[in-house]
């Protein structure tokens, strides 16, 4: 295990070589896997999510994205699947690469003949893998925690909801 630990490292090391400049600008999305709880209390449910963003970088390695996503949810225990679309505000920080970031999402939900609206807090860190000059794979994975009350349906009631993301996606990077 410690070997492949190493070489994981060597390999990430080895291939950071590209600082994301001031002025670059970005296109990408990915597609995810998250695994997430309503409440504290409750089972986890299985989303698949789908997450298209642009971004700039404003200074030399720190990055403003704005991105939407649709998310579905379904299970045995649900009388009707759930469908999410979100608007996402977010920024990372490069290591070459390597990043870390941040983001806030508002989203309105369906779930059959309800509707609710709810605010989230994410954190997030991945890895670029240079597949082509300025094109990358992105791999990274999450964490999303709920805000406040949900809005419509759902109103006076305390957004608890809590979940683990992992997604992987293609990134274009220009000038």
């Known amino acids: ?6 070489l994981f490292l060597v390999l990430m ?3 950071s070589v590209y600082a994301f400049e001031a002025g670059t600008k970005t296109v990408g999305g990915w597609i995810g896997y998250d ?9 986890a449910v299985s989303t698949i999510t789908f997450a298209p963003w642009i971004g700039y970088f404003f200074m030399d390695n720190i990055l403003a994205e704005v991105g939407i996503g649709y998310s579905s949810t379904n299970s045995d225990a649900m009388d009707d699947p759930i469908t999410s679309f979100n608007l996402e505000l977010g920024g990372a920080y490069f290591f070459n690469n390597i990043y870390a970031g941040a983001g806030f999402a508002m989203a309105s939900i369906n779930a ?14 991945g890895y670029l893998y240079g597949i082509a000059e300025n094109i990358y794979l992105d791999v990274g994975f999450g ?3 709920g805000l406040g009350e949900y809005g419509g349906d759902g109103e006076g009631i305390d957004n608890e909801e809590s979940g683990f993301e992992f997604g992987a996606g293609i990134d274009i990077f220009f000038k």
């Open 1 to 6: 295990m410690k070997r492949i630990l190493v």
């Open 13 to 15: 090391v080895a291939s």
């Open 35 to 43: 695994s997430y709880k309503i409440d504290k209390d409750a089972d």
């Open 112 to 125: 059959g003949d309800e509707e609710w609206s709810g605010n989230y807090l994410g954190f997030g860190v």
């Open 143 to 145: 964490y999303e925690m």
